[in-house]
């Protein structure tokens, strides 16, 4: 390494700009070639460097999300779920409802596409640098219930409470007790008007007393703050992961 070499590096690193060293010599030798003004190198550099610093930033948010597997909206299959309507999906990936603070309900029965939509916001965000936090709501009931158990509920409930967005998803699946429906109530409240939700459930809003083992109060408290500001968005249709063993023939009907 020469003298300018390591003028360079120390500088980047000085600038927090890691990649500079590396990228510089390639980008020299492009700009040499194509002729490229002093700036208009300084520009291609430094938009390098921005390109990588925020791919890092991505995968560090998507692993610290907790998603379950990646899924993206260019990977949705549109076409199998007429339902739902494409350009609105767009723009909720532009993550404007985020800047909101507005909520988005994915409702529908199994199968339809809820959690990939779901995840796929979440990794807009997260390409966005937002912080993003996903969870089911039977195991962020059970870890609140857990951390108050050991003392630790105040840390914990700020887990779901601090990300930007706060992905639950499978409410309705399984039902909740009292004491596990005011745990997703405090959830709920502590992100009100300060933090954007996007929730799936297999459940009408008219049925959601029946999540709650029959506590229509605490059911509409916490679907009076859900969507205060908020899109819904009802997906109607077929299994979207049986479309596949369908036309593979594996799935039959019952003879009835």
Not at 1 to 20: C, F, G, I, T, Y
Not at 27 to 41: I, M, P, V, Y
Not at 54 to 67: P, Q, S, Y
Not at 126 to 132: A, E, G, M, T
């Amino acid at each position: 390494m020469n003298l300018s070499d390591e003028r360079l590096e120390h500088l980047a690193h000085k600038l927090r700009l890691p990649d500079v060293p590396t990228l510089a010599p390639c980008l020299a030798q492009e700009a040499a070639t194509k002729e490229w003004s002093f700036l208009d190198f300084a520009e291609a550099l430094l938009q390098a460097q921005s390109d990588l610093s925020d791919a890092r930033a991505c995968d560090t948010l998507e692993r610290l999300a907790g998603f379950p597997a990646r899924k993206t909206i260019d990977a949705f299959d549109f076409s199998f779920q007429p339902s739902i309507n494409k350009k609105q999906i767009q723009e909720l990936a532009s993550c404007a409802f985020i800047e909101r603070v507005e909520n988005v309900m994915l409702l529908g029965p199994p199968g339809v596409g809820k959690t990939h939509l779901a995840i796929s916001l979440g990794v807009e965000a997260s390409k966005r640098r937002l912080s993003v936090k996903f969870t089911t709501a039977s195991k962020l009931v059970a870890s609140l219930a857990e951390a108050r158990t050991a003392g630790t509920f105040s840390r914990r409930l700020m887990g779901f409470v601090r990300p930007s967005l706060l992905i639950v998803d499978e409410v309705g699946f399984l039902p909740l007790d009292a004491s596990e429906a005011s745990l997703l109530f405090e959830v709920v409240c502590r992100r009100y008007e300060r933090g954007s939700i996007v929730l799936t459930s297999n459940k009408s809003y008219g049925e959601w007393g029946e999540v709650f083992s029959g506590d229509t109060v605490i059911a509409t408290a916490i679907l009076d703050r859900l969507l205060h500001h908020s899109t819904t968005i009802p997906i109607k249709g077929e299994s979207y992961r049986l479309k596949d063993r369908k036309k593979a023939g594996i799935v039959t009907t019952p003879a009835g």
